[in-house]
């Protein structure tokens, strides 16, 4: 009879514990669709400019009109796209990826099939770093309108992270097809990049930044494209007066200053560099900037500092991806970043863990064969680090980086002429990279 009792009640808990959980989901996700995302202050120098108060003023009529009536699309869309750029302006994706996700989610319980709002889905889904997930955003929407340029460069981005470069390549010709402007001429100048072509890459980025309007945030990250391919082929000079540009047409512009700040760390000048990322990172939330900071202020006897940077990086980053499994609208994949993070403060094993993480979400992409490459390669491991690195070069790609990281692979194993090759070509232009990859591989050559 007790036996009975305790079953009877087992199973009444079971379903009692299910119901709250199941309550407890469905009031969080009524709370998220009731939420109403407010447009957050900027940060130090991006207030100063006419821009700001233009953006405010059309954030608060734009919240005004949805609050009146939540289903004028085109009001949520308008929102969901000026969210989508200031999450590009201020680095703040987290919040603003959540953000302009709502609006986007309210158009489509609307209309399922509407364009611009699936293409703004995928767009975040991209920015989440849910490549395939977006891609097939993507497609759903090309299907809706065949005949749409923005789209189709959507499709280029998702491509190329997922390492589908012919289809990437494909889509780019679509893209410029319909529309030569900006956006076209920028992804056809990556595409040339990754295959290798630095004259082509560098013609194309030339006329992505002469297609956009001066001032324009779009514009001046062309520009800073354009200036770090130059870094990458040796001409510093024109990388300067790129960045210098930059900041001229657009005060304060936080990638232009991280140019700067790779221009006087190429002349050892480290307090001025340290200068411009600090100014950076306060402007923009974006971690390869404080990145180089642990570098620099371990090069300039800062341990201390370098270590509490080294360790917030992870620490915000993992906070970022747990609170992304609880919530897949805030869901930020970083495992590469990780990998490459972990591996500063010397963590082999942490490394590992999320390069392979990536790896297993997309394992035809040459950056994360790269990254889970150097991993082994730091790790020891250098017959393991020998096919994923061959795999990161197969199309044909000169980033000294990757050549310089390949060159100290293969000098590992049996393929020691192929190395001498890789490493002599990393340097052939005399290119600014990162110092410490520079010094091992300086070293290597001399031994």
Request: aromatic residues 10%.
């Amino acid at each position: 009879m007790k036996k009975r009792y305790l079953y009877f009640f087992s199973i009444l808990f079971f379903f009692t514990a299910t119901g709250f959980i199941i309550l407890r989901y469905q009031n969080k996700e009524r709370n998220k669709e009731a939420a109403f995302y407010l447009l957050k202050e900027r940060n130090g120098i991006l207030i100063n400019n006419a821009e700001w108060v233009s953006v405010k003023n059309t954030a608060a009529d734009l919240m005004k009109t949805v609050r009146i009536n939540p289903e004028d699309v085109k009001a949520n869309i308008a929102l969901a796209t000026l969210y989508i750029q200031e999450g590009r302006i201020t680095g703040d994706y987290m919040y603003y990826d959540a953000a302009a996700m709502k609006y986007v989610n309210d158009v489509l319980k609307i209309d399922s099939k509407n364009f611009t709002a699936l293409s703004l889905k995928s767009l975040i889904q991209l920015s989440q770093h849910h490549f395939s997930e977006g891609l097939e955003t993507a497609k759903e929407a090309q299907k809706i309108n065949p005949h749409n340029a923005f789209i189709y460069g959507i499709m280029v981005d998702a491509y190329v992270e997922m390492g589908n470069y012919e289809e990437a390549v494909i889509n780019s010709d679509k893209m410029v097809s319909i529309r030569p402007d900006i956006r076209s001429y920028s992804r056809i100048s990556y595409l040339r990049e990754i295959h290798g072509d630095y004259p082509g890459a560098i013609e194309a980025m030339k006329m992505a930044v002469d297609a956009g309007p001066a001032g324009d945030e779009t514009t001046a990250w062309a520009r800073v494209q354009l200036g770090q391919l130059f870094e990458y082929t040796g001409d510093l000079p024109a990388a300067e007066m790129h960045y210098t540009i930059a900041l001229e047409n657009r005060s304060g512009y936080a990638y232009a200053l991280a140019g700067l700040a790779r221009i006087a760390t190429s002349k050892k000048d480290y307090p001025k560099a340290i200068t411009f990322y600090e100014k950076a990172s306060k402007a923009v939330v974006d971690y390869s900037f404080k990145d180089e900071l642990v570098y620099l202020y371990r090069i300039t006897g800062d341990r201390i500092k370098a270590d509490a940077v080294a360790s917030e990086i992870i620490n915000t980053m993992r906070m970022n991806a747990e609170a992304g499994n609880n919530d897949e609208t805030l869901g930020h994949y970083s495992d590469r970043e990780l990998a490459y993070a972990y591996l500063k403060i010397n963590n082999t094993k942490k490394a590992l863990e999320h390069a392979l993480a990536e790896y297993n979400r997309r394992p035809d992409n040459i950056d994360v064969n790269e990254a889970l490459a150097w991993v082994h390669y730091k790790r020891g491991a250098y017959d393991k680090a020998l096919p994923y690195i061959k795999t990161a070069l197969r199309t044909g790609s000169k980033n000294p980086v990757l050549l310089s990281r390949a060159g100290l692979i293969l000098k590992k194993t049996s393929e020691k002429t192929s190395a001498k090759k890789h490493l002599e070509e990393a340097f052939k232009n005399q290119p600014h990279f990162d110092p410490e990859l520079k010094m091992e591989v300086e070293k290597s050559l001399g031994s």
